[in-house]
């Protein structure tokens, strides 16, 4: 069946540090994948999302390349902040059930200090 | 406009008893799906309705488990005989269709802890 492989936490950087976080899956057909982001205390955020091979998503400094050839979705960002503390979550959609039913990975929480 | 909202936000139940939870999703939205969130892991697909059809309901670990939504908005999932496994976080998404790559927007989740 499909599935969402990430890479386990925490991951703990210093302020302005570079950020990847390793995603990738296993899917029937071709998949919308997305990153979700939880805050301290927040319900599930979407963060971006890609729903075709070489697109990239981005927002609030955060991208995702989705690259079917290693069905990898990694996300990356040049200089985190303290706020960007979370748990992320990598998802993709099942489109072969007609609907998006998504499947997620474990998450990965992510720890910035000052 | 409001976000998709869940009610109670922590529910404690004694194994064996009933609880119903309940969820709002963003007005018009035609797509609802409920998940379910272990402690530590991400959340896992339970149940889809398009309107008030439950179209998928193939991710409900048990009979026990039971979802409605019976004018095509408000839905509720109703556990029967609750036991310790299904202490999770139960979560409730809505999306404007039902296509691919269409954004889910997540509610805060009811926390149940079964004793």
């Known amino acids: 069946g499909n599935s969402v492989t990430q890479m386990e936490g925490p991951v703990t950087l210093s302020e302005e540090a570079f950020l990847t976080i390793n995603c990738t899956y296993t899917?029937?057909?071709?998949?919308?994948l997305f990153w979700y982001v939880q805050y301290p205390g927040e319900g599930l955020q979407l963060l971006l999302k890609a729903t075709k091979a070489d697109d990239k998503g981005s927002n609030k400094g955060f991208e995702a390349t989705y690259r079917k050839e290693t069905t990898s979705f990694h996300l990356e960002k040049g200089s985190v902040q303290v706020s960007d503390s979370a748990v992320y979550f990598c998802?993709?959609?099942?489109?072969?059930?007609?609907?998006?039913?998504?499947?997620f990975g474990t998450g990965t929480r992510l720890l910035v200090s000052p | 406009g409001a976000g998709v909202s869940q009610s109670p936000r922590y529910k404690v139940a004694k194994r064996g008893q009933d609880v119903a939870l309940r969820c709002d999703p963003i007005s018009g939205h035609v797509s609802l799906f409920w998940y379910q969130q272990a402690l530590g892991q991400g959340p896992e697909f339970l149940t889809y309705f398009q309107n008030e059809a439950q179209l998928d309901k193939s991710g409900l670990p048990s009979d026990r488990f039971f979802a409605e939504r019976p004018e095509g908005s408000v839905s509720t999932l109703k556990i029967q005989r609750t036991q310790q496994e299904d202490s999770a976080v139960y979560l409730c998404?809505?999306?404007?269709?039902?296509?691919?790559?269409?954004?889910?927007?997540f509610g805060p989740g009811t926390r149940l802890l079964v004793l």
């Open positions: 998404a809505s999306s404007l269709a039902s296509g691919g790559g269409e954004t889910q927007y």
């Open positions: 899917a029937t057909g071709y998949p919308s």
């Open positions: 998802a993709l959609s099942e489109v072969n059930t007609g609907f998006q039913k998504l499947v």
